[in-house]
């Protein structure tokens, strides 16, 4: 698992770098960011936050718009944050190059139908086989906390409540909360995993990646925050809060919800509330003794 | 002057706006972004800062990048982020388009060259029409400091030294700081101001607009910080801040200039220390004690 370096930017006494290489798991070379924190040494190996984008994204626009590295660097705890699909000529992509369905929009589920089945396998890259690589390479511990907006906050919520041994918090902005049952889920669940939702075998296949179903049935607890902004465009027909919040209520998780008025769909709503999920996720890592 | 709103973000409790409007200063269409932070109101007008971009970039970037309305919010400062040219299909453009000269390459001076000088009018746009307008139609007061990164640095300490009674203090990062010495600068006024830079009335010309230039020669003194990343790619052939600091220092100007250890000439660069600026600014508008 080699590495090649391709940028690196000092900041608030830590350091932004971005890295290429080859992806076993999706068959393509891939890029990532990652934040380290002036406190990371070999000596002083510190926990990671994975970030997941949501549609559209790369790895750079949480890096460079949600103003996440100043708490980061306080509290200790790097970033890392993987692109939102498989790149390059070889991977297909959607026919009209929509954004929500193709290179920018893996929605981190293994593809089981062809085209997308021998690339589009996000879930194993973000569980697996990114972590494997970060803890390789980076002054880093095996501790890891999830976050994501959108589309990523859907996958760091299935992440999250798939492998709670794995990940000691998660949270989410905006989260598509029950993509079996919006538009951009059901538009990608059926391309990447298959098209008849009312068979059996396919609502299983489905759900296994909606974070209202899990919630609903986890018998784990991973301490979970999410932030919705109420004015933002997507929530009635895409994201969906209130499956999220009926499955919390029905299974008594540890969900904390916050409905914050005025607010978009926007970075400016992420940057706005990113230091309160830091220090969240720095609280269940052990790193602050209150929230 | 009217002024049309195009977008509306909450963010950090106050407000991310931004508008068009008819500049009769640029004879273009222009676009302005503005940060209302949650104690501006009628009855509690705000002072502003207005931040000066460098080459390519519009109102957005500073909004999106530097991660500086959290300290503004925290304090009460409005921002306001002017684009860094006259746009539009009607204002002549570098043959090339070359990134630094022409669009996105205003320099904050007024042309007196053809085909520029009927719309390349940014150091009269930013110093008048601009504030006037801002305080006709926002809830601040007239007090004003200024800011700005590489060609925004420039011209935030150009606007400064020439507008000491406007300005309560002034910072910039990595700013061309003696332009007539600099590839950038050079070609920049030569299109601009004209091309014999030896003879002395073009001297003059230059002269007014070159931050080295001026401090040197000021009897004014507002308040100056200048942060400089140490590792910044442009650091020897375009920026030059011994030739500021060397004038400064014949002329006892108050400078503080912090030479920053491993930085770049990025936003991550600027995000690092937008938070110290700010505060330097705050102190020079009596918002705080001490900075």
Redesign the interface.
């Known amino acids: 698992m080699t590495i090649e370096n391709i940028s690196n930017?000092?900041?608030?006494?830590g350091w932004?770098k971005q890295y290429n290489h080859q992806s076993n798991v999706l068959n393509c070379k891939m890029r990532f960011a990652i934040y380290l924190p002036p406190q990371a040494t070999s000596k002083n190996k510190v926990p990671v936050m994975y970030w997941l984008s949501g549609l559209t994204c790369t790895d750079e626009n949480f890096m460079?718009?949600a103003?996440a590295?100043?708490m980061a660097a306080e509290l200790g705890i790097a970033i890392v944050a993987p692109d939102t699909s498989p790149r390059g000529e070889n991977v297909p992509d959607d026919e009209k190059q929509a954004y929500d369905l193709g290179k920018g929009a893996g929605f981190y589920v293994n593809a089981t139908q062809p085209p997308w089945n021998k690339h589009y396998q996000m879930y194993d890259y973000v569980v697996d086989e990114l972590p494997e690589l970060i803890e390789t390479h980076f002054p880093v511990n095996s501790q890891r906390v999830i976050s994501g907006h959108s589309m990523g906050g859907h996958g760091a919520l299935v992440i999250a409540l798939r492998n709670p041994k794995l990940y000691k918090s998660v949270s989410a902005f905006s989260p598509i909360s029950n993509p079996m049952n919006c538009g951009w889920g059901r538009k990608a669940f059926s391309a990447y995993l298959g098209t008849d939702p009312d068979a059996w075998t396919l609502y299983n296949t489905w759900s296994v990646y909606d974070a209202s179903e899990l919630m609903r049935k986890t018998t784990a607890q991973v301490p979970a925050m999410v932030e919705q902004?109420e004015?933002d465009d997507f929530l009635e027909e895409q994201l969906k809060p209130n499956a999220l919040l009926l499955a919390a209520k029905a299974n008594n998780y540890p969900l904390t919800f916050n409905m914050a008025e005025?607010?978009?769909h926007?970075?400016?709503?992420i940057?706005?509330f990113i230091?309160k999920h830091i220090r969240f996720h720095a609280f269940n890592l052990g790193l602050l003794e209150q929230q």
Chains 1, 2 share one sequence.
Not at 9 to 13: P, Q
Not at 266 to 269: D, Q, R, V
């Open positions: 930017n000092k900041v608030l006494d932004h460079q718009k103003g590295l100043r902004g004015n005025g607010y978009d926007s970075y400016y709503f940057s706005s230091d």
